[in-house]
């Protein structure tokens, strides 16, 4: 008899759909399920899982990421990665997590794929064996790893690690990351101006939803 897919933990609930630990016949997974999003919400849910379901295909199983399962316009199942968030398992002056952690988001960026928000601590997990890993790419781009569009954002990506690094292993930043961390490109200050401020109105006002740049909610 197959054992039924049942939900061991609800992870993150918010306007844009409900992410749980599941378990199925073939071990635990993890479930982002947009079916029970407000109506006026569905296309922008929609939209957002669809990204990520697309840089998943990209990434196609690579080590460190999620592999994706199923998607169907209206769950997404991706494989589950053993692991903390970085804010509660910081690698405090571990400099090899830093430098793993760089090597696999170069992989990344040869791959053509640009995850787009890597300042936010839940997004880097610290796995059980003490290596980094990167998961929820619903702000993913794709695209070719030499155009210069991609290359820009791979160099925002980059900044936003060496933030971290600068938070829990600044003695092993080197004169080159010190430089790279004070250029701000033009995406970064349009963001800042513009972009920023909207997300800010959207999340908090009205949709009343705070999550502390990935750190959950504030108290």
């Given at each position: 008899m197959t054992e039924p897919v049942r939900e061991i933990a609800a992870l993150k609930a918010d306007s844009f759909g409900r992410i749980a630990l599941m378990q199925g016949p073939g071990g635990p997974f993890v479930r982002r399920d947009l079916r029970h999003v407000p109506w006026w919400l569905r296309l922008p849910a929609w939209w957002l899982a669809r990204r990520e379901a697309r840089a998943l295909r990209r990434l196609g199983g690579l080590?460190?990421?999620?592999?994706?399962?199923?998607?169907?316009?209206?769950?997404?199942?991706?494989?589950?990665?053993?692991?903390?968030?970085?804010?509660?398992?910081?690698?405090?002056?571990?400099?090899?997590?830093?430098?793993?952690?760089?090597?696999?988001?170069?992989?990344?960026?040869?791959?053509?794929?640009?995850?787009?928000?890597?300042?936010?601590?839940?997004?880097?997990?610290?796995?059980?064996?003490?290596?980094?890993?990167?998961?929820?790419?619903?702000?993913?781009?794709?695209?070719?790893?030499?155009?210069r569009w991609l290359r820009l954002l791979a160099r925002e990506d980059l900044r936003h690690l060496l933030k971290h690094k600068r938070t829990y292993c600044p003695q092993a930043l080197t004169p080159v990351e010190r430089r790279l961390l004070q250029r701000r490109s033009w995406l970064r200050e349009a963001w800042f101006r513009t972009g920023k401020p909207v997300y800010r109105f959207v999340t908090r006002r009205m949709l009343k939803w705070e999550d502390n740049e990935g750190q959950g909610p504030k108290p």
């Open positions: 080590p460190a990421t999620p592999r994706l399962l199923r998607w169907d316009g209206r769950v997404l199942d991706r494989s589950y990665l053993d692991g903390e968030v970085l804010y509660r398992r910081p690698p405090r002056g571990d400099a090899a997590w830093f430098h793993a952690a760089r090597r696999l988001l170069h992989t990344l960026h040869r791959r053509g794929l640009a995850h787009n928000d890597l300042a936010k601590e839940a997004n880097w997990l610290v796995l059980a064996d003490g290596s980094p890993a990167i998961v929820d790419f619903q702000l993913a781009s794709v695209g070719d790893p030499r155009s």
